[in-house]
């Protein structure tokens, strides 16, 4: 796919409704319109005035659904979004994808998504211990993940760091599966 020069800045109309999209269908969170503006105008990317143009464009052709949870009114894509940004999220530029999508969860704190965590620790043939680790939101799994220990204290320390970091591990394992931060095994 074609990826325009980056400069730093977004001006181009399409190319900043894309970017709302692929911010809203990577988040899957119903947000406010001042939220998805925040995150949207965060690192610089998109004026605020481009983004509320384009915003309410997107709105109003359907590719951003609106309601009411009874405070306000939520905005999240809708299966046309969807679909627009999965076609066309490629003609981004990589720097712009990343770096928003780090500021965006950042903003979105597990607890805000809705998310709960589940840990287990199952003891093995071998008498090592396989631990379990899941974020669910909403949505269905953020992440589930599992590694095998030697030993039950371990096991425990994992369990009990995942417990109270969720969102530290989630990050990092993130980093890690996308090359950002490679760790090698000796």
């Not at 949207?40 to 359907?62: H, I, P, T, Y």
């Amino acid at each position: 796919m074609y990826k325009k020069k980056y400069d730093g800045e977004m001006s181009d109309k399409i190319d900043i409704k894309v970017f709302i999209l692929f911010l809203l269908d990577e988040l899957r969170y119903p947000m406010s319109e001042s939220i998805i503006r925040e995150i949207v105008s965060e690192n610089g990317v998109v004026g605020r005035f481009d983004f509320a143009e384009c915003f309410s464009e997107l709105v109003e052709k359907g590719h951003v659904s609106a309601y009411d949870d009874g405070k306000e009114t939520l905005y999240v894509v809708s299966p046309l979004g969807h679909m627009v940004a999965s076609e066309l999220q490629g003609t981004l530029h990589d720097s712009i994808r990343e770096k928003s999508r780090t500021s965006a969860m950042k903003r979105l704190s597990l607890h805000l998504r809705g998310a709960s965590t589940n840990t287990s620790v199952e003891k093995t043939a071998d008498g090592s211990y396989l631990v379990g680790c899941e974020i669910k939101d909403a949505q269905g799994v953020m992440m589930n993940t599992a590694v095998t220990v030697s030993t039950e204290s371990e096991a425990n320390a994992i369990v009990a760091h995942f417990s109270a970091q969720p969102e530290e591990v989630c990050r990092g394992v993130l980093a890690v599966l996308t090359g950002k931060i490679a760790y090698y095994m000796g």
